[in-house]
């Protein structure tokens, strides 16, 4: 029986969102209906809203998610009802060239929940990111629950599902940041200050956070930064030359996503360093360089999409350290709101109040 239960629906490009009945279906083959117990506010959620990913509207919103998983289809093995999982925007298929060679993290062929929520009165709806968690339940593909300890707080478990894994995962999967590597994070919200927590985790000897607002460089000592640089007043790019002995620094990781922070990520590394891009630049922008200067620097300029995470491998192993008081997800937690608050938690992510606002159901 398809149920009907309350989500965060953008009907309108820029309006305001709203609660609204959303109708679940049951889960057909290889799929999951989830009842959500958290689900953090993420910007790509704002973005949705603004018409920035696409104009696929009406969206149900909401995407970073942990919950328990109510009923799977036909097919499924890896879950059953009962399991708590985090959700993720990337099932892998296993089978396409990439998956063959050991790199499923570049999967070409994920996939989502096949049959689509619908408005009570049967508009489909776009679940943003494939997974549409702003929601007392959701439809996903079941390759798209991972299960971890129940021990670990949904809210604190469904920050893996996006902006975390995102932050840890730019540190340690795609920067390779080692034991003893200087590492300097442009940009401080909730994603850098992850990458902040992952470069610890990776045995950094030297983490320096950038930004402009003092109170995210405050966060990120409190995660592990050794130096802080507000590039309000310092130059970013010599504070990390003279914080590494004029180098610059071995793993620089980008988290702002704009041309001057991209540029300055580019200057800030040592010439063997590498660069990590997480910063998600918007289509207008561009980065001009000299050649000489790409030509001449050794090293590597990667991007990070999702962390380069495994959600199969990452999840577990990232609520274990938190488990074990390795890994201080709590702290990511601003605030704990209700579904229909998230318009306002919107507002406040806008002025930079909140490194994660996440409602609990
Ligand atoms: N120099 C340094 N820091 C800056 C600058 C700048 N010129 N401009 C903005 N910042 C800081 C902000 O003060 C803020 O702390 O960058 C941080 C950006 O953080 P958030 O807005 O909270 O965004 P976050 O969720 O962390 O995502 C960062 O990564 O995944 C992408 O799409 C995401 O592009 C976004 C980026
Ligand atoms: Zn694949
Ligand atoms: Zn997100």
Known sequence: MPQHVRGVVARVKGEPVRVETIVVPDPGPDEAVVRVQACGVCHTDLHYREGGINDDFPFLLGHEAAGIVEAVGTGVTDVA????????WRAVCGRCRACRRGRPQYCFDTHNARQRMTLS??????????????????????GQCTKVDPAVSPAAAGLLGCGVMAGIGAAINTGGVGRGDTVAVIGCGGVGNAAVVGARLAGAAKIIAVDIDERKLETARTMGA??????????????????????GADIVIEAVGRPETYRQAFYA?????????VGVPTPDMQLDLPLLDVFGRGGALKSSWYGDCLPSRDFPMLTDLYLQGRLDLDSFVTETITLDEV??????????DVLRSVVIF
């Open 81 to 88: 009802p009962g399991d708590f999982v985090v959700l993720n």
């Open 121 to 142: 009165d049967g508009t489909e709806l776009s679940p943003a990111l494939g997974i549409g968690a702003f929601a007392e339940k959701t439809l996903v593909a079941a």
């Open 226 to 247: 050794t130096d802080t640089v507000n590039a309000r007043d310092t130059d970013p790019v010599e504070a990390i030359r003279r914080l590494t002995n004029g180098f």
């Open 269 to 277: 590394r040592d010439l063997a360093g590498t660069v990590v891009l």
């Open 343 to 352: 318009e306002d938690a919107f507002a406040r992510m806008h002025k930079g």
